[in-house]
């Protein structure tokens, strides 16, 4: 059983370009969280969503970010416009369905965004 | 709000030490509390977790870690250290209400083991 798979593993945009970061679950997850790591710093919650839905995205930036799970495919995370300050580790993770499912999140390996 | 202190940056300890890496909470019930391993540009593993009963849990790799309701904390330990443990070590803090998805972590403590 793959584990959570993410792409690309490093990205790197100038200024004001967008940014597309790509997460497939585990098989058989139907949650997936994306988290923010800046440097030095914990992971930070951003967006929870399962198919076709956002369930709370209180982490997200109000501006230039966005996030999708649809029926098909991965989920994503869009950055548009992105500046300095977006530069970090953007982790995804997914979880299994039912009400503990969600404290079981497996993490992929993380997509280092560098801006420049 | 909700809130996990790693107080210890940076740990050194020889190959073969017992190791405690110290994790304080703050929450205003009992929280559900887990341990993830970092290595160098992968993602995270989870080690262990706890959510009620026993207060001391066995995890993966020969890792355990106590819960003491009354000094706030889930230190995570190990008897003996390996090289292969060198990493960076987060706790991480679930609430038990309705956001209980919301992992909180601390800022990471990066261990480097010494042959």
């Known amino acids: 059983n793959a584990g959570v798979m993410q792409n690309p593993r490093h990205l790197v945009r100038r200024r004001g370009q967008e940014a597309r970061l790509r997460c497939s679950p585990m098989?058989?997850?139907?949650?997936v969280y994306w988290y923010r790591q800046l440097p030095e710093e914990g992971l930070k919650f951003m967006v929870y969503?399962?198919?076709?839905?956002?369930?709370?995205e209180s982490g997200m930036p109000k501006e230039r970010f966005s996030a999708e799970f649809p029926k098909e495919g991965p989920s994503i995370l869009r950055i548009q416009q992105v500046v300095r300050g977006d530069s970090a580790a953007y982790f995804c993770?997914?979880?299994?369905?039912?009400?503990?499912?969600?404290?079981?999140?497996?993490f992929g390996p993380g997509t280092r965004l560098t801006v420049t | 709000a909700q809130s996990v202190t790693q107080p210890d940056i940076h740990i050194t300890v020889s190959e073969g030490a017992s190791l405690e890496l110290r994790c304080n909470y703050s929450y205003g019930a009992t929280p559900y509390l887990f341990w993830y391993v970092q290595s160098p540009g992968q993602g995270l593993q989870l080690l262990l977790k706890?959510?009620?009963?026993?207060?001391l849990v066995q995890g993966i790799k020969g890792f355990e870690a106590e819960f003491k309701r009354s000094q706030s904390s889930f230190n995570l330990r190990k008897p003996s250290v390996h090289w292969s443990d060198a990493a960076e070590y987060f706790c991480a803090l679930a609430g038990s209400g309705g956001s209980n998805y919301k992992l909180t972590f601390g800022k990471g403590t990066l261990l480097t083991v010494n042959p």
């Open positions: 098989k058989g997850h139907s949650h």
């Open positions: 969503l399962q198919k076709e839905n956002i369930i709370d």
């Open positions: 706890y959510f009620s009963g026993d207060t």
């Open positions: 993770a997914s979880s299994p369905p039912g009400v503990r499912g969600s404290y079981e999140q497996y």
